[in-house]
């Protein structure tokens, strides 16, 4: 069934906790109701969200949001040492994460506890601990805005990087994500490299699915606030990538910068030492300032407006490029 609403309030779609409306407001729990809608037509910009972990509202939106609630898993494979599972775009995604580390289901578990729904996945190809969302994705099923035709986009089709899809680029704004099909395995080697995640995994007994689980998350709920406590957008900023001879001029001048190299002969830099270092955890504004365990994270300190984090983050990236002149590149999507 569609639900409709008018000058709709957007506080609880936005962990932020921002203060703002849409003109309207659709939510829609199957395809071929979505689909009805949209051969109807409507008027003005449109906007798709999921859960609200990756926005930014600093205005009210004058135009039409979607919100998908398909919340479905559906194993449409299982053969060999795959399992193909379609997930609806509206499933809380750790709850994803969690439902296949509990079938014994490899693949997802590095991504555990982070916040949003499906369709953002293969959006914004979300990762963690080494392992990107992109690399697990088989398929992602959509209807056009325009035409409501259905669509589907391949992995291949997708052109997945880092935190980089297609339909951040050419398709921004032009689909409705109803289905993700993810490729899993019954077995397969665990990721443990990145970061302190193995120490914590044995502290916990060994590689077990349910221990990495439960090791991701207890790393993630250290470094990052409840968005239930704290407003935020988790990672604010994406961590930077640089050449080689870039990094090594900038390790010469900083020897205890985080460097990873990667696999295309590009060096990834730590976004949150790099806003540390240029001293913001010390130097919050009113209503806002980066998390005090995680300088990645800007957090509205309470009655924050939309125009006050931009603000506040604008600064940050100024004085990143000024210290180190390496450019910040903001994670979140900004709704102006």
């Known amino acids: 069934m569609i639900r409709q609403y008018s000058d709709y309030s957007l506080l609880k779609h936005n962990t932020f906790g921002i203060e703002a409306a849409a003109k309207n407001f659709v939510e829609f729990s199957a ?9 109807k037509g409507f008027s003005g910009p449109s906007l798709v969200i999921g859960g609200g972990s990756n926005l930014l509202f600093v205005n009210n939106f004058e135009g039409t949001i979607f919100h998908s609630c ?167 900023f994406m961590n930077p990538v640089v050449e080689q001879e870039t990094a090594k001029e900038l390790l010469a001048t900083y020897p205890t910068m985080p460097q990873y190299a990667l696999t295309c002969g590009n060096v990834k830099l730590s976004a949150g030492w790099l806003v540390e270092q240029c001293g913001w955890k010390e130097t919050p504004h009113k209503h806002v300032g980066v998390y005090k365990n995680q300088a990645l994270v800007v957090v509205n300190r309470g009655g924050a407006t939309g125009k006050e984090v931009l603000e506040f983050a604008d600064a940050v990236v100024h004085s990143v490029k000024e210290k180190f002149g390496v450019e910040l590149v903001m994670e979140v999507n900004v709704i102006r």
Not at 33 to 39: D, G, I, N, Y
Request: net charge negative; proline share 2%.
């Open 31 to 39: 395809e071929e109701e979505l689909a009805a809608f949209l051969r």
């Open 70 to 236: 398909i919340k479905s898993m559906e194993v449409v494979s299982n053969e060999s040492n795959d399992i193909l599972l379609r997930v609806g775009s509206g499933t809380n995604w750790d709850e994803l994460v969690a439902y296949t580390v509990a079938q014994g289901w490899y693949g997802l578990e590095n991504l555990s506890a982070i916040p949003g729904e499906v369709g953002a996945s293969a959006v914004q190809n979300v990762g963690a601990y080494g392992v990107e969302a992109g690399e697990l994705i088989e398929r992602v099923e959509a209807l056009s805005i325009e035409s409501a035709e259905k669509r589907i986009f391949s992995q291949l089709d997708c052109r997945f990087a880092y935190r980089y899809s297609i339909f951040k680029a050419e398709e921004k704004g032009k689909n409705i994500i109803t289905h993700v099909t993810y490729r899993l395995k019954k077995s397969a080697p665990f990721k443990l490299s990145y970061g302190n995640l193995n120490e914590k995994v044995n502290e916990l007994g060994g590689a077990t699915l349910a221990n990495v689980r439960k090791a991701v998350c207890e790393i993630r709920n250290a470094k990052l606030p409840l968005p239930s406590e704290i407003g935020s957008a988790g990672s604010f």
